[in-house]
């Protein structure tokens, strides 16, 4: 018997079992199920189905354009997923001169190499360049990373910038309206002068965007030079004092506050299925989550009964109802 792929590092996890899909009629997306589980990105998992890397039920793949269902083996290069694991998130603080990428085809030093082992594999929620530094959050979750790095997500992504030369009011109303640069189109750039130093002017800019090298691009279009870019916050997640090269997961309980109703987790870390779209914060899920469910233990006390079934009498020992209670002293008459 084939034992399940762990999670490493160096290459993507497989797994045993695709998770429960979202209905018994049509399945989930193949590589849907893959970014779940934290194989890869979805646009990755789909990369590696092209490929011929995975297998459905013993045939490979050549399309993304497959549902699977309960009980369906999927495999990674031969080798069973492993079963889906609850959703993390972690901030982690890039130093610069690594680059944000599971392999570098020029055998620079990656962000991945240095994480401690027993993370497992993890995705990186956007990337930081090789002279970037900053907050970099990573997930076991591919899907989550998808969310994330929407830009309809409306998350502000927030850096201390330095840059040499001046900008000017123009330049800074110009920006917040969005610009084209060689073609490209960028969202709305919030910029806020922080202070000059010599020829260096420091700011602090947000945007929602995100997209390769933007910042560096936008603002040498203004005819500033980028010499310095750390990313401090990205929507609710702060870098804070997190040191240099450091890792810290973040609770469970603040992850599923934070995501909310934008991508529900139930009160085990599992993501709750699509149109569920409210959860206490109690760790207790409202709706069911797209894992199975084991059923109930028998002998754990009374079933509720369902909503508008006639109530039956009281449970021996219980207070009558207000109908036979006697009237309280300064309720009865005088004689």
Known sequence: MDEPLKPSPERPQALARPPAPKSDDDGE??????????????????????DGRVSLNGKILRTPAVKVGPGDDVRVDGKP???????????????????????????????????????????????????????????????????????????????????????????????????????????????VVDRRTGSNTWMTVGLKEGKNREIRKVLSAVGLTVNRLLRTAYGPFQLGALERGKTEEIRRSVLREQLGKLYPLDGDGYPMKEG???????????????????????????????????????APGKRPDNKTRKPDAHHRRKP
């Open 29 to 50: 997306r193949i590589a849907k199920v893959l970014a779940h589980a934290g194989v890869a990105s979805r646009r990755e998992a789909e990369r590696m189905i092209e």
């Open 276 to 314: 569920a779209r409210e959860a206490d914060m109690t760790g207790k899920a409202v709706s069911k989550s797209e894992r199975p469910r084991p059923p109930a233990p028998a002998g754990k006390g009374p079933a509720r009964p369902s909503p508008g079934a006639p109530r039956g009498k009281s």
């Open 81 to 191: 997923i492993a079963e889906r694991p609850p959703t993390r998130l972690w901030r982690h603080h890039k130093p610069d001169g690594l680059v944000t990428t599971h392999a570098d085809p020029q055998g620079r030093e990656t962000v991945f190499q240095s994480l401690p082992k027993e993370m497992g594999r993890v995705i990186s929620i956007g990337r930081l360049d090789l002279t970037s530094e900053g907050l970099l959050l990573l997930t076991n979750d591919g899907e989550l990373a998808r969310v994330l790095e929407l830009p309809s997500t409306g998350w502000t992504r927030r850096y201390r910038v330095r840059a040499y030369g001046e900008i000017t009011e123009a330049d800074i109303e110009k920006l917040k309206n969005g610009i084209t640069v060689e073609g490209v189109k960028y969202g709305p750039v919030e910029v």
